[in-house]
């Protein structure tokens, strides 16, 4: 059974750091894409970052780049998203995703792209 399990959320001042973790069971990171996703209240779900298959190839939202990194272990079978320099607009739950791409390597921000979804962490950036 696959499963993606979030952690790491929580409340920080402005100018903080968190990171959070999506462990992921029932499969190998090495061949699925994944995403990092948030949604704020009264708003909709927007992707953050992503990772190939490969761990190769990455990107992130422009609200984010330069603040927000995401790595992987793959013996832990664990992908990351450090946040640093965290704004009260990142407050949202945050959500890791994967999707399959047994083909060429693939890193989208589209969270129809994804079939597999975490729980969600919460992140609240407030003083």
């Known amino acids: 059974q696959l499963q993606l399990v979030e952690s790491g959320g929580g409340l920080v001042q402005p100018g903080g750091s968190l990171r959070l973790s999506c462990a992921a069971s029932g499969f190998a990171l090495g061949y699925y894409a994944i995403g990092w996703f948030r949604q704020a209240p009264g708003k909709e779900r927007e992707g953050v970052s992503c990772m190939d298959k490969s761990g190769g190839n990455t990107n992130y939202a422009d609200s984010v780049k330069g603040r927000f990194t995401i790595s992987r272990d793959i013996a832990k079978n664990t992908v990351y998203l450090q946040m640093n320099s965290l704004k009260p607009e990142d407050t949202a739950i945050y959500y890791c995703?994967?999707?399959?791409?047994?083909?060429?390597?693939?890193?989208?921000?589209?969270?129809?792209?994804?079939?597999?979804w975490g729980q969600g962490t919460q992140v609240t950036v407030s003083s």
């Open positions: 995703a994967a999707v399959f791409t047994p083909f060429q390597p693939m890193c989208t921000m589209t969270a129809s792209g994804f079939h597999y």
